[in-house]
């Protein structure tokens, strides 16, 4: 499967995405400056410290950049439905075309998407079928890269050994009440908010119903439940769930012989 670009014009989401990425830069910068390299060039703390937090920053921003710009699951202009799922598609009453059950019309992009879940203005794109499992994994490591930035934050203040290369005092006056208390802040901001919608999805993946779904209270009946492994695996196209991690990578669609629940 080649990797598509997807872009939105939708300057609210512009806007939204720029805040992200100027939290990512405000630690992905002054982290290692402050804190990281700082100890690390005093040995005070190892340097395998310091590549984790480089390396869950680039899995950060590499996951966002990914969900963001990949094709969520736009419909063609002229879909070619199976002669055996044709009771699977409906006429969508927006833009006048087929379109599998369980998609939606998105207003902010202008098209239908399959198995749409919600569109996210944090990343200026819709949530669908085909970067679901992105979106999950920039849920994940923003949560990882906050908690580590919360935890050296802390140690900056309660347990790193004092810098001998600079002055304490105008340390303390310059970067820590700012910058470093800045960080703290938006590290808090980002870990609650991102466990709480992370949780959200995978609990819709797991009960196989999307945001969309709940809201409008679509759902008709339940079917059997699968396990966690295969709803999972479904979302995020294989079953290796080392592969599960890695955004550097396209997603094949993986069809499970399970019926769903049905949906209207």
């Given at each position: 499967?080649?990797?598509?670009?997807?872009?939105?014009?939708?300057?609210?989401?512009?806007?939204?995405?720029?805040?992200?990425?100027?939290?990512?830069?405000?630690?992905?910068?002054?982290?290692?400056?402050?804190?990281?390299?700082?100890?690390?060039?005093?040995?005070?703390?190892?340097?395998?410290?310091?590549?984790?937090?480089?390396?869950?920053?680039?899995?950060?921003?590499?996951?966002?950049?990914?969900?963001?710009?990949?094709?969520?699951?736009?419909?063609?202009?002229?879909?070619?439905?199976?002669?055996?799922?044709?009771?699977?598609?409906?006429?969508?009453?927006?833009?006048?075309?087929?379109?599998?059950?369980?998609?939606?019309?998105?207003?902010?992009?202008?098209?239908?998407?399959?198995?749409?879940?919600?569109?996210?203005?944090?990343?200026?794109?819709?949530?669908?079928?085909?970067?679901?499992?992105?979106?999950?994994?920039?849920?994940?490591?923003?949560?990882?890269?906050?908690?580590?930035?919360?935890?050296?934050?802390?140690?900056?203040?309660?347990?790193?050994?004092?810098?001998?290369?600079?002055?304490?005092?105008?340390?303390?006056?310059?970067?820590?009440?700012?910058?470093?208390?800045?960080?703290?802040?938006?590290?808090?901001?980002?870990?609650?908010?991102?466990?709480?919608?992370?949780?959200?999805?995978?609990?819709?993946?797991?009960?196989?119903?999307?945001?969309?779904?709940?809201?409008?209270?679509?759902?008709?009946?339940?079917?059997?439940?699968?396990?966690?492994?295969?709803?999972?695996?479904?979302?995020?196209?294989?079953?290796?769930?080392?592969?599960?991690?890695l955004p550097f990578r396209s997603r094949q669609p993986l069809r499970l012989n399970l019926t769903s629940r049905a949906h209207v």
């Open positions: 499967m080649k990797l598509r670009l997807h872009f939105v014009v939708d300057p609210m989401g512009w806007f939204c995405i720029s805040m992200v990425l100027f939290v990512w830069l405000y630690n992905s910068f002054f982290i290692p400056k402050l804190v990281l390299l700082p100890h690390y060039a005093e040995g005070h703390i190892p340097a395998s410290l310091v590549v984790c937090y480089y390396l869950a920053s680039l899995l950060c921003v590499s996951a966002l950049f990914r969900a963001s710009t990949a094709d969520p699951g736009k419909l063609a202009q002229d879909p070619k439905i199976p002669l055996g799922e044709r009771d699977n598609w409906e006429m969508c009453n927006k833009c006048n075309m087929m379109r599998p059950k369980r998609s939606h019309h998105c207003s902010r992009c202008g098209h239908c998407v399959r198995r749409m879940d919600h569109h996210c203005p944090w990343i200026n794109n819709c949530v669908g079928e085909d970067n679901h499992w992105l979106f999950l994994q920039l849920c994940f490591y923003t949560q990882v890269l906050s908690l580590y930035t919360l935890v050296l934050d802390f140690c900056q203040y309660y347990y790193f050994q004092p810098l001998s290369s600079v002055d304490r005092a105008e340390f303390a006056v310059r970067h820590e009440l700012a910058l470093l208390r800045g960080s703290c802040f938006m590290g808090l901001i980002m870990f609650g908010g991102m466990g709480s919608l992370f949780y959200t999805q995978v609990k819709g993946i797991l009960t196989d119903t999307t945001t969309i779904e709940k809201m409008s209270h679509l759902l008709e009946d339940i079917g059997p439940r699968r396990s966690w492994q295969q709803a999972m695996a479904e979302v995020f196209g294989t079953r290796w769930k080392i592969l599960w991690f």
